[in-house]
């Protein structure tokens, strides 16, 4: 089982660029989300999603969008690249949120916006 | 929405036993999750509180008291490869699932 898998594991972009966060499961769940995490602060969601064609902002989804076409597929496009977007984002996905089910996580893509 | 509190670094002696407070507001409930985290490396679950009580997992055991917006997780036995940061969680209602900013357990010898 290859789990979570985010690609790609590091990218530098400018300012005003614009990127696709690649997320991708092959467990067959309905919940996906995506989260960053910056120093001090946790991990803060962006957007997630409790099955195909179905999405929804977190708390922090300014900057950014998402789709849900498929249930093994999320993708997070950042459509103008500010510095402040700088941050390590990222992905999940659970059988159920509401049963014990816990995030799995992918291992991460660290972004830097200059 | 949801808010938790947790410390932000906390300190203990190999082989002792630690626990991590989390208080919580939501607006719904739906559980308490635990999931530490390594530097560098991505979160992994640890637990999941829906009940009041214990639940234990080997070394591991998390806390809930639903009355009190209250839950802990308890570290028994540390050991180094326990160094790492521990996110407490909740779910609330429609919202997916938020994290506390996390505690940075520091183990020494």
């Known amino acids: 089982n290859a789990g979570v898998t985010q690609t790609p594991k590091f990218q530098v972009l400018k300012t005003g660029q614009s990127m696709t966060l690649q997320c991708a499961q092959d467990m067959n769940h309905e919940y996906m989300s995506w989260y960053r995490q910056d120093p001090g602060m946790g991990l803060r969601l962006i957007h997630y999603?409790?099955?195909?064609?179905?999405?929804d902002q977190g708390e922090v989804p300014n900057g950014y969008n998402v789709s849900r076409s498929t249930t093994e597929d999320f993708p997070l496009r950042l459509l103008s690249a500010a510095p402040s977007q700088t941050s390590v984002y990222f992905c999940?996905?659970?059988?159920?949120?509401?049963?014990?089910?816990?995030?799995?996580f992918g291992s991460g893509t660290r972004l830097t916006v200059v | 929405g949801q808010s938790l509190e947790q410390p932000s670094e906390v300190t203990a002696v190999e082989g002792a036993i630690v626990q991590i407070n989390c208080t919580y507001q939501t607006s719904g409930f739906y559980g308490l999750s635990w999931y530490q985290q390594h530097d560098g490396g991505a979160p992994t679950f640890l637990s999941y509180n829906a009940l009041d009580g214990l639940e234990e997992t080997g070394r591991f055991s998390s806390f809930l008291s639903r009355s009190d917006s209250y839950g802990y997780l308890l570290l028994q036995e540390l050991q180094m490869k326990d160094s790492a940061s521990y996110f407490c969680?909740?779910?609330?209602?429609?919202?997916?699932?938020?994290f506390g900013k996390g505690t940075h357990l520091i183990i020494q010898p």
């Open positions: 999940a996905s659970s059988y159920s949120l509401d049963r014990g089910y816990g995030y799995t």
């Open positions: 999603s409790v099955g195909a064609g179905i999405t």
């Open positions: 969680a909740v779910k609330g209602g429609a919202d997916g699932l938020t």
